[in-house]
C-alpha cells in the first residue's frame, strides 16, 4: 500500500496538493515526496519520514502555484525508506517524472539492460527503471513513451508519469495496483482512493487493469496499454471474442486524441464464439509496419482512416449486427462503415467535461 496523488489544472497551491496527499495517511508509509511544475521549471522534495516534516520543508513554498504535480507516499518493497528511494523519481534528464505503487518483479534485467544504453540510477528502488524506460521510448510523445514502457513491466503497478516538456499532460496506468481518476472543475486528479478526491469532485472513474488515461486540464482520455488485458478486462462483456486489427499509416499522420500516432487499431466482437483470434501481435509491442498498410490517401478529419479499407475489413471479419469497438477514435470512418454495413459501434472519444 501507498499513495499516489497528482492534479493537472488550472492552478492550485501546493499546500492543498499536500493535503490531499495526508488524506491517504492511512495506508500507511515510510517517506513521501512531490513533483510539481513551478514556471515552467521541475521542482521536487522528498525526504523520509511524515508528511508533517515535509509540509514544514515546504515551508515558504507551500503557499505556491502549480498546474501540475504528482505526490507519493511510498511503502518501500526494495530499497531503504530514505530520502534518495523516496518518490517521485525523475530520469537522467531531468524531464520524466514519476510515482509507483506495486512491485516490478523483472527490474533487474531491465536496469540492467538500461545501465547499457547509458541511464544512470541513483535509487535502489524497482520503480527508478520506469523513469528510465520512458525516457528511452520518449520521442516527443509521452502517452506512447509511457504505453511502450509499461508494456514491458511484469508485476503490480499504479504509475502516474508528467513530463517537463509537456506541462498540460498528466498520465497514469494500472495493473493490480488501485487508481481512481478525479474529475474536477479546476483541473483533473488521480488518487490511490476516494478520500484524497472528495474535496476537489465527486466524478470518480476507477481504472482498470491494463488501462491508461491520459489528463489534460479540462479533457481527459482513457485506452488501454496493452491488448494483453483485453480479456480480463471483458471477462463479463455480453461478448464472446474479440479481434483487433490495426490500420498503420507510416507517416504518423493518424490523429488520436492521445497524440498524433503511426497506427490505431479495432476490436471486433464476435457473440456466440468463445474462442480468442490474435491477429498479429499487441500492437503496442510489436512492429506495426509489418501489419496493414493502407492504399489509399487520408481523409484530413476527424481522422486520416482510410474510409474505403475500414469499410473491406469490416465486411471481411464481421457479420450484421457484430459489435465493433474503435478504442482509438470512436468517430468517423469506422463509425460510418458500421452504419453502412449494419453493424453496431462504440467508439472513445476526448471526453470535453464542462
Ligand atoms: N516498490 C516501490 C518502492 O519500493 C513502490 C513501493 C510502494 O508501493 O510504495 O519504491
Not at 274 to 293: A, C, L, R, S, Y
Amino acid at each position: 500500500m501507498c499513495g499516489i496523488f497528482g492534479y493537472v489544472g488550472k492552478q492550485l497551491s501546493l499546500e492543498t496538493l499536500v493535503e490531499g496527499l495526508q488524506r491517504l495517511e492511512y495506508r500507511g508509509y515510510d517517506s513521501c515526496g512531490i513533483a510539481a511544475l513551478r514556471e515552467k521549471k521541475l521542482f521536487l522534495q522528498k525526504r523520509s519520514g511524515k508528511i508533517a516534516h515535509l509540509r514544514k520543508q515546504l515551508d515558504s513554498k507551500l503557499k505556491s502555484k502549480t498546474e501540475l504535480a504528482i505526490l507519493h507516499t511510498r511503502w518501500a518493497t526494495h530499497g531503504k525508506p530514505n530520502k534518495i528511494n523516496a518518490h517521485p523519481h525523475i530520469g537522467c534528464r531531468r524531464k520524466i517524472v514519476a510515482v509507483h505503487n506495486g512491485i516490478i518483479e523483472n527490474f533487474l534485467p531491465l536496469k540492467e539492460k538500461l545501465k547499457k544504453q547509458g541511464h544512470r540510477f541513483t535509487s535502489e528502488t524497482d520503480t527508478e527503471i520506469i523513469v528510465h524506460l520512458i525516457e528511452e521510448y520518449y520521442k516527443g510523445s509521452l502517452a506512447e513513451a509511457v504505453k511502450k514502457a509499461i508494456t514491458k513491466l511484469d508485476g503490480s503497478f499504479a504509475v502516474g508519469v508528467f513530463c517537463v516538456e509537456d506541462p498540460d499532460t498528466l498520465l497514469v496506468a494500472r495493473k493490480a495496483s488501485p487508481l481512481i481518476v478525479g474529475l474536477g472543475k479546476e483541473g483533473n486528479f488521480i488518487a490511490s482512493d476516494i478520500p484524497a478526491l472528495l474535496s476537489f469532485t465527486k466524478k470518480v472513474i476507477y481504472l482498470k487493469d491494463g488501462e491508461l488515461a491520459v489528463l489534460k486540464k479540462d479533457s481527459f482520455f482513457i485506452t488501454f496499454f496493452s491488448t494483453k488485458f483485453l480479456p480480463e478486462l471483458f471477462k463479463n462483456n455480453p461478448f464472446g471474442y474479440f479481434w483487433q486489427f490495426v490500420l498503420y499509416c507510416s507517416e504518423g499522420r493518424v490523429k488520436s486524441p492521445i497524440d498524433y500516432t503511426k497506427y490505431m487499431s479495432c476490436f471486433v466482437f464476435k457473440k456466440n464464439n468463445p474462442k480468442i483470434v490474435h491477429q498479429g501481435k499487441d500492437i503496442f509491442v510489436d512492429t506495426p509496419g509489418k501489419m496493414v498498410e493502407p492504399d489509399e490517401g487520408y481523409i484530413d478529419h476527424p481522422t486520416p482512416k482510410p474510409k474505403h479499407f475500414i469499410k473491406e475489413i469490416l465486411k471481411m471479419f464481421t457479420k450484421e449486427n457484430d459489435l465493433v469497438l474503435d478504442p482509438f477514435i470512436g468517430s468517423g470512418s469506422t463509425a460510418v462503415a458500421c452504419i453502412q454495413l449494419n453493424r453496431k459501434f462504440i467508439g472513445f472519444e476526448i471526453e470535453k467535461i464542462f
